[in-house]
């Protein structure tokens, strides 16, 4: 499946290196450890070993890579724990939690905010250089931002007001501070479940409502147990693959220029892909029986998001970097 093959490169493939505790400038070869919550297919595999022998060639052997696939390293909280000692070297992470590394990052995903791909690249475009700076003050090397499709509804039963969210077992995504505001709002009980537990929570009923894209939906067989999506994207998944600054700081500097260099040719073709697969996947996942459903009354979600963006000021983002990133918005909207 092709939407498989490309999660590499949005979700993992920006699964560029990151380093051990030796200097490739000794002589010795650099392992870097990269967990991914993606399952490893013979796609992925197949690419992996594309990209390693890419990067062997380049460094002389210096530097490879190896990745922890199927979130076998273990859920968010272990994984942040692992990269600060450095049993992890590097891992894709959402922006809620790049957010400790940079202060700001959730404002990518403010609610209502984002409605096509060029308002993405725009912001992401204006962003990066300082949100870059910051996280590398603050430990990390973020090596490439990606995003993962667009955030649908998928569910047991059809979602098209609120109230059905009060009456399911919704999802609630741990470090989600958006996603726990927006419950609070609307006055529904999430059920708090980290990614590794989605699958088994949807098999067993103890959730059955999740907020995810097609194409992830797919990967990760969450659309399996599920009968219904929403008709209209609420937001756009995003964030970065980041890496430990001394991971980063132990490479030489030819190393490191040949993994930017790698990364800045794959990057963009591989996140035109995803895109892509993200719209096709939303045709097949049809195609295979999951229904979608319209929201009864747009313009109230709409309100809701419009309301929790401007909640969220002052605890996420500020004043100024909300309005900067909505004039951007703005700019690049359709119609």
């Known amino acids: 499946m092709r939407a ?28 870097i450890k ?9 796609d992925l595999g197949l690419r992996a070993a594309r990209y390693n022998h890419r990067l062997a060639e380049e460094t002389n052997g210096r530097v490879q890579f190896r990745t922890y696939w199927g979130g076998v390293a273990g859920d968010d909280t272990t994984v942040m724990r692992k990269l600060r000692t450095g049993q992890i070297d590097a891992a894709p992470v959402g ?16 609610p209502q905010t984002f409605f096509n791909y060029r308002q993405v690249d725009a912001v992401r475009k204006e962003l990066a250089p300082e ?14 931002w990606w995003d993962a499709g667009r955030v649908r509804i998928f569910s047991k039963k059809p979602i098209t007001t609120f109230a059905d969210l009060r009456t399911g077992r919704p999802w ?8 726990r505001e927006f419950y609070n709002m ?24 999740v907020w995810i894209s097609p194409v992830l939906a797919s990967v990760f067989r969450w659309s399996s147990h599920t009968q219904y999506m929403s008709e209209s994207a609420v937001n756009v998944i995003q964030g970065a693959f980041i890496l430990r600054r001394p991971t980063w700081e132990a490479l030489s500097e030819q190393d490191r220029a040949i993994i930017e260099k790698i990364t800045a040719e794959q ?7 995803f895109r892509e697969d993200d719209d096709k996947s939303y045709l097949k996942l049809q195609n295979r029986g999951i229904k979608t459903v319209a929201f009864k009354n747009p313009e109230e979600w709409r309100e809701a998001g419009r309301k929790l963006r401007a909640k969220m000021i002052g605890r996420t983002y500020s004043k100024e970097m909300l309005e900067r990133v909505e004039a951007i918005a703005k700019q690049h909207a359709d119609g």
């Open 4 to 31: 498989s093959s490309t999660c590499l490169l949005a979700f993992s493939l920006m699964l560029l290196p990151g380093g051990a505790l030796l200097r490739a400038d000794a002589g010795a070869q650099v392992v």
């Open 34 to 42: 990269v967990a991914t919550m993606a399952p490893r297919s013979r």
């Open 95 to 110: 922006t809620d939690i790049l957010s400790r590394y940079v202060r700001q990052a959730t404002v990518l995903i403010a």
């Open 131 to 144: 949100f870059n700076k910051e996280a590398y003050q603050n430990g990390i090397k973020v090596i490439s």
């Open 172 to 179: 609630l995504y741990p470090s989600s501070t958006l996603l």
């Open 186 to 209: 609307i006055t529904v009980t999430g059920i708090p479940l980290d990614l590794s537990e989605v699958y088994g929570g949807l098999q067993t009923g103890m959730i059955d409502t």
């Open 267 to 273: 990057s963009t073709k591989s996140q035109r892909d």
